[in-house]
């Protein structure tokens, strides 16, 4: 999962920068509401965390923009306004939730990974398809009741597959779930991953879709 981070304090931004890497999260991180509106044009993310006070546009701002243009990734709002018109104004402009500054980080992860399951149109936070069963919250797998090992990379191919059956990505849209911006992007890295997942978790699990991308298919 590819993430947009909007956050002005270097001390705060680096310590959510790595606890989301460590996630294996990719991360793009922006200090000023003007970057952040130009990251959201040119790249498609599947979460934002957005600060509002950030300099040269409010975060509000570029919330408001996003939802202009119809994008409609989840949006975490993490600031230090915290009266209760300031709250409803954020989640009035198209936030999907709130957290307040400061926050406890695994309270924060826990709110990403409750966003991005909403997003991906479930509510159980273990799911299972075909056989394969996984645990965003613990990065465990399974098949047939059997734990498996993957990756950091091999899991963050395997997630956006699998939570949306029948849906095809690209080899392309599979790197942008795995590099952030200063990651060195190796050629076939996409299909070394999901050769290592057709090993581990059944040659059919994952299928190529001539001349397009990839699927997990719905059954």
Known sequence: MRLLLLEDDVM????V??????ENYAVDWVKDGDAADTALRMQQYDLVLLDLGVPRRDGLEVLRALRARKQRMPVLIATARDSVQQRIEGLD?????YVLKPYDLDELLARIRALLRRASGRAEPVYEHLGVSINPSTREVAVGGQPVVLSAREWAVLEPLIARPGMVL???QL???LYGWKDEISSNAVEVYVHGLRKKLGADLIRNVRGVGYMVPKE
Do not use: F, H, P, Y
């Not at 920068?17 to 460590?22: G, M, P, T, V």
């Not at 402009?93 to 939730?97: E, I, M, V, W």
């Open 12 to 15: 705060i931004g680096e310590a």
């Open 17 to 22: 920068l790595d606890l989301l890497r460590a």
């Open 93 to 97: 402009a198209g936030a999907d939730d």
């Open 170 to 172: 690209s080899r392309a």
């Open 175 to 177: 790197e942008e779930k």
